[in-house]
């Protein structure tokens, strides 16, 4: 069995709420749920987090190391464009990871078409919707799962 965790950052607690033509009617607890019972099934360990605040989510991302997180599954929202501490972070551990964004960040405003975590990246996955997590935890499983 191996460990996952599905880290999510600000504004993805909104998720069924905020902008749903962009980003859906699900709730980031739906989407938890679902890749929990995939997890599951195929014999893994999926922890779950999302934070508002750049600080917890640097502090999840050190506790991932040291519990053994074989891959970090993240949709790390606006900070994606902005946070040099969680880039710092990342690399730091040097616990692989997939980025994921339930919009396509390419196609929105110009600010937004800049990851500065992507090119650390084991992939990235844009505009797939929910459907963008399930594949990224299926390519983590496959590719670091045990």
Do not use: W
């Not at 606006?78 to 964004?101: K, N, Q, Y």
């Not at 990246?121 to 935890?137: D, F, H, M, P």
Request: glycine fraction near 8%; aromatic fraction near 6%.
């Amino acid at each position: 069995m191996s460990n996952f965790l599905l880290l999510n950052g600000p504004n993805l607690n909104l998720l069924g709420k905020r902008e749903t033509k962009i980003y859906g009617k699900e709730t980031l607890k739906d989407i938890e749920d679902q890749l929990s019972k995939i997890a599951k099934e195929k014999g893994q360990n999926l922890e779950s987090f999302q934070s508002n605040a750049e600080h917890d989510l640097v502090n999840k991302i050190h506790e991932a190391k040291e519990i053994g997180v074989g891959c970090i599954i993240f949709n790390p929202g606006a900070f994606t464009h902005s946070s040099i501490a969680l880039r710092d972070a990342l690399l730091g551990t040097e616990i692989p990871f997939i980025e994921v964004h339930i919009s396509n960040i390419y196609s929105r405003e110009d600010f937004r078409k800049k990851s500065v975590l992507s090119e650390i990246a084991v992939g990235v996955i844009s505009g797939l919707g929910k459907e963008g997590y399930r594949l990224a935890l299926e390519v983590a499983i496959e590719r670091f799962g045990k």
